[in-house]
């Protein structure tokens, strides 16, 4: 085990106390035998987690019976493969069923596969800590999403993009990492929330990660063998022009040459690692190689790919981040949140069956609020995913308290109309989610113990989209730090108001940005206005925002279905947080507050940072009921940021009043 296995936020969700109170009572003297008739792969990491388990919640040793015992029938636990009864589950759901026969609790976990009794498993052990294991309970529970999957953004320097929580949990100076054993403790954390893939490299792949595939595939190997042990199969990001470091004078995806190589590396690859995954691939993106070259589509790039791994049964995932990242700011037309849409709808029907698109779910780049890409729902004959970003890349990085659970159920919930209503993303996506990962190697994971919030949230999500919010972060908390209910009923409130107060100080109406180039920490407002990335704002003295109406506009609102485009279109009727995204807004605008634009902006700031100082005296309040160590670092991150959204609020603030001249109706200090 790592080092840090001692340290209480090590242990993230698994943290197995010892139950108390009516909980400890009801449980008390139960559980104290097993029975694993599941004799697959996954058997050994089921009867440990039971152990692990109970030995902490009850303070028992179970024992684990074997065939020739006696009592092998009467077992207070059983998991065990089940068909008929559970086939519709599928290979990863499955049935938890208690009886009882007179005081005595009987548990029967049951799956198609492995993978569902290790999931049943890790399920059980939740629902005994939220106290919904009880006499006549019954679950039937399955995943809804095929695949549950992580990107890690790491490099083999040990270097992660947009990593917030120290360096790679996998590399060091161009090795695995000496401590093998904190991956398996974290390839343990990702099962016990249903992940079943993971990118283990970053999407913009260098020359050294090249060799993943390459020279250093034992690397690889190495990383699959750990994953595999808890049913996680691993995808390798790859670099499209990789021919060109191996000798080839081309990387056109319709050269035979070409393709044959591609064949070859594969096939060597899977000789290797049977189970892989797959491939994900960034191409044409923020100045990645790709089919564009040499005048191709990206179905022409995807499927070359994907006909190389077809034969092994492996995926090509192949992210639609494209835009062009050279845009001068001087071009009123071009506008980038136009981009996949137009580059990728064309090409609907022309994919590879095991060719998927990620699409992230906005159309510009993981701001704190933006409108769902237009491309859910608009590529009918196309296997497609729903990209998150669980690190907190324009969201505080990890510094910030901002919990994203309410946002991603938000864009989940969020109705395309592509087959009339109720087409929400999560009905419309075909294939799945995958979430940029926010964990890293300090000792928490996450940064921020309450980050780990965010880890937890996205996997239950991408286990069954319609849990609620409320559920969801009640289960992390009791889970995290026990019952006591001042704690649950604080953190909660908490958590779930978090999204809103950091949208407050920061950037309101969906306008976006206004960060820091490069690092994306802390105000700016002009800090993009001028760049090539396209991500404008458009302020001067008498209005800001972005006119994207089809009327008078970029005409971003016509990719939509006609429902949400009307929404859109109308000044008047589009929703408020996201009215400075579509429409280019005067500053003395009436909202339906009665406000004017310019007064919410300045109200929202001040709002915003009282708001944080009510996160931080609700903190306060939970000294005494939350381990110190944890007090301590929390309280640290909290009043750090509050000094950050006082600097939000001021910069923000002073620059709309010196480019407006109007001040504040409420006489609030603004520095001119």
Not at 205 to 211: G, L
Request: proline share 4%; aromatic share 12%; hydrophobic share 35%.
């Amino acid at each position: 085990m790592s080092d840090f296995k001692g340290l209480r936020d090590y242990a993230c969700w698994l943290q197995y106390e010892p139950l108390e109170g009516e909980l400890l009572e009801r449980y008390q003297g139960q559980f104290e035998t097993i029975v694993v008739e599941e004799e697959g792969p996954l058997r050994g990491a089921i009867v440990s987690e039971l152990q692990r388990g109970l030995g902490g919640l009850l303070g028992t040793e179970p024992r684990i019976l074997g065939p020739g015992e006696r009592d092998f029938e009467t077992a207070t636990i059983k998991v065990k493969r089940g068909f008929e009864e559970v086939l519709a589950l599928g290979e990863e759901g499955y049935e938890i069923e208690v009886l009882a026969v007179e005081d005595e609790l009987r548990v029967v976990i049951t799956s198609l596969g492995c993978q569902g009794c290790l999931y049943g498993t890790f399920a059980f052990l939740r629902l005994l800590q939220t106290g919904e294991i009880k006499r006549s309970f019954r679950l039937r529970d399955y995943p809804r999403n095929q695949l549950r999957m992580i990107n890690h953004w790491d490099n083999l320097d040990g270097s992660v993009e947009r990593g917030y929580a120290g360096r790679s949990l996998f590399y060091e100076n161009n090795e695995l990492v000496p401590d093998l054993d904190r991956i398996r403790d974290y390839a343990r954390l990702l099962a016990s929330v249903g992940i079943n893939r993971v990118a283990v490299n970053n999407v913009n792949v260098h020359a050294a990660e090249t060799q993943l595939i390459a020279s250093r595939l034992e690397m690889a190997e190495t990383l699959a063998s750990i994953f595999r042990k808890y049913g996680i199969r691993i995808f390798l990001s790859v670099n499209y022009a990789s021919t060109l470091e191996f000798g080839l004078d081309t990387a056109d995806p319709l050269d035979e040459g070409v393709r044959a190589w591609w064949k070859d590396q594969v096939k060597m690859v899977y000789e290797r690692i049977p189970d892989l995954g797959g491939f994900l691939v960034k191409a044409d993106s923020e100045n990645r190689p790709g089919p564009f070259t040499y005048g191709r589509t990206q179905a022409d790039g995807a499927n070359m790919l994907g006909e190389a791994l077809e034969p092994f049964g492996g995926l090509l995932i192949w992210r639609c981040f494209v835009y062009d990242c050279h845009q001068d700011w001087r071009d009123t037309k071009t506008d980038r949140a136009r981009a996949a849409y137009d580059y990728f709808k064309p090409l609907d029907g022309q994919f590879r069956q095991n060719v998927i698109l990620q699409i992230k779910n906005g159309p510009m780049d993981f701001q704190v609020r933006e409108p769902v890409s237009p491309l859910f729902g608009a590529m009918e004959k196309t296997n497609q995913i729903l990209e998150l970003q669980i690190t907190q890349e324009y969201t505080g990085q990890q510094r910030h308290l901002c919990y994203l659970v309410p946002q991603w159920k938000e864009i989940l919930d969020f109705d395309t109309f592509a087959k009339g209503p109720g087409s929400t993303v999560a009905n419309v996506v075909s294939s799945g989610l995958a979430a940029v990962v926010n964990v890293g190697n300090d000792p928490n994971w996450t940064g921020h113990t309450l980050a780990q919030a965010n880890l937890y949230g996205y996997a239950r999500l991408a286990w069954d989209p319609s849990l609620k919010a409320e559920r969801i972060t009640g289960e992390w908390i009791v889970l995290t730090f026990g019952r006591d209910p001042v704690v649950l009923n604080t953190l909660r409130e908490m958590l779930l108001r978090s999204w809103e107060i950091y949208e407050n100080y920061t950037t309101p109406l969906g306008i976006g940005w206004m960060c820091n180039p490069n690092h994306h920490y802390g105000p700016s407002v002009d800090g993009y206005e001028y760049s090539k990335w396209g991500t404008y704002h458009k302020a001067n003295h008498q209005a800001i925002g972005v006119d994207r109406t089809v009327k008078s506009g970029t005409g971003f609102v016509g990719q939509y279905h006609p429902e949400v485009a009307a929404r859109y279109e109308s000044l008047e009727g589009c929703p408020e947080e996201l009215l400075l995204f579509f429409h280019r807004v005067p500053y003395d605008y009436v909202l339906k507050t009665g406000k004017t634009l310019l007064q919410h902006i300045y109200d929202s700031h001040f709002l915003g940072v009282e708001q944080v100082e009510g996160l931080l005296a609700s903190w306060r309040s939970l000294e005494g009921r939350i381990d110190e160590v944890t007090f301590s670092h929390v309280l640290a991150r909290l009043e750090e940021q509050l000094e950050h959204a006082k600097e939000w609020r001021d910069v923000v603030n002073t620059y709309f009043y010196r480019i407006s001249g109007i001040g504040d109706s409420q006489g609030r200090t603004i520095y001119d």
